[in-house]
């Protein structure tokens, strides 16, 4: 999993780099199925602004974003968004596997289904 912090009019600094890092390994379980995870932090006068981007290795891409005026609640706030929507993705995936999605074939009119 490529993980890339950026600070947008703030600094990252390594005390939230280190609080974020403690907060990684709740997302763990979905380390094989994630491609890029991009964070952006922001800041506007006094509310922070977190907002993420995972893309999953089949392809598909979600947006996660979280506003709060306290940093460290923020982020624990977007990591609790994350994992809800890790579970979905991941569960939509299984059950478009488990319903046989993918192509089929094709019968001609008048055949009889085996």
Partial sequence: MNVE???IH??????VQNYIDEKMPRLDYARDLIVDFLMN???EKSLFKLETTLNFRWGASKHVGV???DL?????D?????EAVIEKEKSRIKDHHAAGGGFHKKQE?????E
């Fill in 5 to 7: 912090i950026k600070g």
């Fill in 72 to 76: 460290n609640k923020g982020i624990d």
């Fill in 67 to 69: 506003e709060n005026f």
């Fill in 41 to 43: 932090i922001s800041r």
């Fill in 10 to 15: 703030v600094a990252v600094s390594e005390r």
């Fill in 78 to 82: 977007l990591f609790d968004k994350l």
């Fill in 109 to 113: 009119p008048g055949a009889a289904e």
